[in-house]
């Protein structure tokens, strides 16, 4: 995964006093990963210069245990993702980089209006980058997050990009968790995919400048199996007496083989084959349903939740010019808490559909028990987990 929340702002976040005992834990946790960092290619000059006068980060764990769980629903997510003003802001963008952004699509062959799309998904177009300095963030984390494996191997990741020359201490900011620059690059990320795209030597995505950042992303994509001139998904609909059990990225057809089951796009017409393609309904059988492409798992190797990947790929078409989406959502629905997911799986399991386990999260078993149980009540079998579902176990 290439991002995180973006924690800009305010430079190392709000004064707190931090506990003694966090700091000297804090130092002595340093002075044992220093060893292990030298183990890595680490120089002593590097971990000197990257260590100096940084401090346990109160802000940072904060952030990092007291995170709104993500309970929106797709379409109030998209309402935001793709809202008219960042679709004005990416035309803008586009027309203003547009030479750049011609010769990043032809070096990589990703289409300049998905870059931008990702772009603005991240920091809106380069406005909202975040300014905690990255060192101390991931030491913070690494000591005493909830995933300081993870963590510590993006510390390493950093200090790696600090001893190759890339960006300076002071000049390595980002994000609270992290991520970095105009298109929120994790450490491992950028060591594994940014590009010196001006040629200056340096692989900078944190300057004002954007081109080394939009390149990286191209290259990140690209690498990731992006197609050139073919879609990312298609907005399609869906036969009377449809087989919900067809849905899902397991489940994949060609466009041909899709269309004589009966599916067409928003204007009825067939899908052209753009390669194997699946049938994703993020919101059940009451909102929009689309015919997804090799594209779609690109864009997924960067950020893999299907809502992220569903507006990158929509806001890249509103900025090429395309219509928007043409189905109606469940508005009166909303998206399930955890506690609320939890109890689904309980209710479910208890009436005869297991799901595997209760853990809150909707995956392959709860959508397979969710299904079963709209089957044995006459309900439309599209194994959406919605509150309406929930009711009605109650």
């Given at each position: 995964?290439v991002?995180e ?7 190392g976040g709000p004064e707190s006093?931090?506990?003694a005992?966090?700091?000297l834990g804090f ?7 220093r ?7 680490i120089?002593?000059t590097v971990?000197?210069?990257a260590f ?11 952030k ?11 379409w109030?997510?998209l309402?935001?993702?793709v809202?008219?003003?960042?679709i004005?802001n990416?035309i803008k963008?586009?027309r203003k980089?547009?030479k750049l ?5 032809k070096?990589?062959?990703?289409e300049?209006?998905v ?5 603005g998904?991240?920091?809106?177009y380069?406005?909202i980058?975040?300014?905690v ?10 000591y ?5 494996r993870f963590f510590?191997?993006q510390l390493?990741?950093a200090l ?10 002071r000049?390595?900011?980002?994000s609270?968790?992290?991520?970095m620059?105009?298109?929120q690059?994790i450490?491992?990320?950028y060591?594994?995919f940014?590009v010196?795209?001006t040629?200056d030597g340096k ?10 950042a939009?390149?990286?992303t191209?290259a990140?994509?690209?690498?990731s199996?992006w ?9 399609v ?8 059990g067809?849905?899902g990225?397991?489940v994949k ?6 269309a004589?089951?009966?599916v067409r796009d928003?204007?009825?017409?067939t899908v052209?084959?753009h390669g ?13 349903a689309f ?14 939740a299907?809502?992220y ?5 929509h ?7 395309g219509?928007p ?6 508005r ?11 109890e689904l799986?309980e209710r479910?399991?208890?009436?005869g559909?297991d799901t595997?386990g209760?853990d809150g999260k909707?995956?392959?078993n ?5 299904r079963?149980?709209q089957?044995s009540?006459?309900m439309?079998p599209d194994?959406?987990?919605s509150?309406?579902?929930l009711?009605?176990l109650r």
């Amino acid at each position: 995964m290439v991002t995180e929340a973006t924690g800009g702002g305010i430079l190392g976040g709000p004064e707190s006093i931090v506990p003694a005992s966090a700091n000297l834990g804090f130092d002595r946790w340093i002075a044992g990963f220093r060893g292990r960092a030298m183990a890595q290619g680490i120089s002593q000059t590097v971990l000197d210069r990257a260590f100096r006068d940084i401090s346990y980060n109160t802000y940072v764990i904060e952030k990092d245990r007291n995170q709104a769980e993500f309970t929106k629903a797709i379409w109030d997510y998209l309402d935001s993702a793709v809202s008219e003003n960042r679709i004005d802001n990416g035309i803008k963008a586009l027309r203003k980089h547009r030479k750049l952004l011609e010769r990043i699509e032809k070096a990589y062959g990703v289409e300049k209006e998905v870059v931008v799309a990702v772009w603005g998904l991240e920091s809106a177009y380069g406005e909202i980058r975040g300014d905690v300095p990255l060192i101390e963030a991931l030491a913070t984390l690494a000591y005493d997050g909830r995933r300081g494996r993870f963590f510590e191997s993006q510390l390493i990741a950093a200090l790696k990009i600090l001893q190759s020359g890339d960006v300076d201490v002071r000049h390595m900011t980002g994000s609270w968790a992290g991520a970095m620059g105009h298109t929120q690059f994790i450490p491992t990320s950028y060591l594994s995919f940014a590009v010196d795209f001006t040629g200056d030597g340096k692989r900078d995505i944190w300057s004002d400048d954007p081109a080394d950042a939009l390149a990286s992303t191209a290259a990140y994509l690209a690498r990731s199996g992006w197609r050139k001139d073919q879609p990312w998904g298609v907005e399609v609909r869906l036969p009377a007496g449809f087989d919900y059990g067809l849905t899902g990225e397991k489940v994949k057809k060609s466009a041909a083989d899709w269309a004589a089951l009966g599916v067409r796009d928003s204007a009825g017409r067939t899908v052209g084959d753009h390669g194997p393609a699946s049938i994703l309904m993020p919101a059940g059988a009451r909102g929009a349903a689309f015919m997804i492409f090799p594209n779609f798992h690109a864009i997924e190797r960067y950020n893999a939740a299907d809502a992220y990947v569903i507006a990158v790929g929509h806001l890249s078409d509103r900025i090429a010019g395309g219509p928007p989406i043409q189905a109606t959502w469940p508005r009166e629905d909303r998206a399930l808490v955890l506690d609320e997911r939890r109890e689904l799986q309980e209710r479910l399991t208890k009436a005869g559909f297991d799901t595997g386990g209760v853990d809150g999260k909707i995956g392959p078993n709860t959508v397979a028990a969710v299904r079963a149980f709209q089957r044995s009540i006459g309900m439309i079998p599209d194994g959406y987990a919605s509150l309406e579902i929930l009711r009605k176990l109650r």
